[in-house]
């Protein structure tokens, strides 16, 4: 690959990211070529205070992590010196809302229609409207939705973001690797929903996030259908 033709990257964001920067070292990047921000690991330290001083810290990180990287100082535009370095900023932002919303079965099923869906709907569950649901999961990702407004206002039109990894269809697999916060949340006996039901999730959750997206002009950049089990997992 000629590299030359390839902006350099700065790689922003949280789990999936590791992923992210693999592809990328896999691809032959040179260190000089990309760098990359893993916003949890600041999260993880300043987890007690609130959402707007986070935010802060994080976009102070990302000016001082960009400024470094291309070597300028504090003056003038960050959105300016990215402009002028040929930056690119690739965004994974969150990325697991979808599972914190409903990929565990706590209990009296529900399920939903998306636009122009035609899977059949949970045998014995309660319907719910769209626009519940919607709601629920636009309370999930309002804290990253509004770190890519922060990253947008820093960086300008050199952004781009990444849709994250569609769900794992097999139950027993998500089980074998679930996160300790879904331990903790719900002790050892935990159910996993359809995954059927977790996909509409997952699309609802990149919908939301699109939206913002698309609000300020930033591309989205979807999981090619190519790379996914049945074109969804």
């Not at 402009?83 to 409903?102: K, M, S, Y």
């Not at 050892?188 to 990149?206: M, Q």
């Not at 698309?214 to 999981?223: D, Q």
Request: some cysteine.
């Amino acid at each position: 690959m000629n590299q030359t033709m390839v902006p350099r990257l700065v790689l922003i964001g949280h789990s999936h990211l590791y992923s992210i920067r693999g592809g990328v070292e896999a691809l032959g990047f040179e260190p000089a070529r990309y760098t990359s921000l893993l916003v949890s690991q600041i999260e993880e330290k300043r987890h007690q205070e609130g959402a707007a001083v986070l935010l802060d810290v994080i976009a102070a990180e990302i000016d001082k992590l960009i400024r470094d990287f291309i070597g300028v100082g504090s003056e003038g535009s960050l959105a300016e010196h990215i402009r002028n370095a040929g930056l690119l900023l690739l965004l994974v932002l969150g990325g697991n809302e979808h599972n914190v919303v409903g990929m565990v079965n706590t209990g009296g099923d529900y399920d939903f229609l998306l636009p122009g869906e035609t899977d059949p709907l949970r045998s014995g569950s309660t319907i719910v409207p769209l626009g519940a649901v919607r709601t629920q999961m636009e309370r999930q990702t309002a804290y990253f939705r509004d770190m890519l407004d922060r990253i947008n206002g820093l960086a300008g039109d050199r952004i781009a973001c990444l849709e994250p990894p569609p769900p794992i269809r097999d139950s027993q697999t998500i089980l074998a690797k679930l996160d300790r916060y879904f331990r903790e949340t719900y002790g050892d006996r935990i159910s996993i929903n359809p995954p059927e039901f977790r996909y509409k999730l997952w699309r609802l959750r990149c919908m939301v996030f699109q939206a913002r997206c698309a609000r300020h002009g930033i591309p989205y950049i979807a999981v090619p259908p190519e790379l996914m089990e049945d074109g969804r997992y």
